[in-house]
Nanobody, 121 residues
């Protein structure tokens, strides 16, 4: 199983980015996908998770600014990030797990490569 993240980059504070993560090697239609991030000098932390359209979870720090979505036909998960802040600067990792709750609780079955997001002030 491979999870390939893309869409990271450099953006000014207040701007937006959209991350994508394409999965291969198995179907994730009945599986949860999500995102973690790790800022320099900090521990990796949960960002968002989704299994179905009604089952989504977000870290408090990103609620109201980030939106996670999933396209089962494309085996892809997205993270729309709006109103970005310098503290959102981190490497963002795509993940897969049995349920969105499991991902929220850091029970991850699959980790992808990270994509760098840098927000300048």
């Amino acid at each position: 199983v491979q999870l390939q993240a893309s869409g990271g980059g450099l953006v000014q504070a207040g701007g937006s980015l959209r991350l994508s993560c394409a999965a291969s090697g198995r179907s994730f239609s009945g599986y949860a996908m999500g995102w973690f991030r790790q800022a320099p000098g900090k521990e990796r932390e949960f960002v968002a998770a989704i299994r179905s359209g009604v089952s989504t979870y977000y870290a408090d720090s990103v609620k109201g600014r980030f939106t996670i979505s999933k396209d089962n036909a494309k085996n892809t998960v997205y993270l729309q990030m709006n109103s970005l802040k310098p503290e959102d600067t981190a490497v963002y990792y795509c993940v897969g797990g049995r349920t969105a709750v499991a991902l929220r609780d850091s029970t991850v079955d699959y980790w992808g490569e990270g994509t760098q997001v840098t927000v300048s002030s």
